[in-house]
């Protein structure tokens, strides 16, 4: 079982960025996706996630309006489209799965991608 997220990468403030993450080695599809992110010395944070139907999402405060996640048609993909990039977006940032919806605890999630990491300069 194996997520795997790219896209990361360096970029202005106000820039854009698409994190992409692939899930293989089983069926994703009745399973819940997300994305925390992790900062020097913070703790993991959810920045988003989405149902295994599609149909409902989550966003952390700080990214609201500017972060969008969606899956695709197979549901073992999701994507975090990141707009209007702040400095302290800066973070490692990672995906992860789990049943039975979406929690904010990192511990509760069953499955991880290796980080990539976004790096927002002013």
């Known amino acids: 079982v194996q997520l795997q997220a790219s896209g990361g990468g360096l970029v202005q403030a106000g820039g854009s960025l698409r994190l992409f993450c692939e899930a293989s080695?089983?069926?994703?599809?009745?399973?819940?996706m997300g994305w925390f992110r992790q900062a020097p010395g913070k703790e993991r944070e959810l920045v988003a996630a989405i149902s295994w139907t599609g149909s409902s999402t989550f966003y952390a405060d700080s990214v609201k309006g500017r972060f969008t996640i969606s899956r695709g048609n197979a549901k073992n993909t999701v994507a975090l489209q990141m707009s209007s990039l702040k400095p302290e977006d800066t973070a490692v940032y990672y995906c992860a799965a789990k049943t039975g919806g979406y929690s904010t605890i990192y511990q509760a999630w069953d499955y991880w991608g290796k980080g990539t990491l976004v790096t927002v300069s002013s």
């Open positions: 080695g089983r069926t994703f599809s009745s399973y819940d």
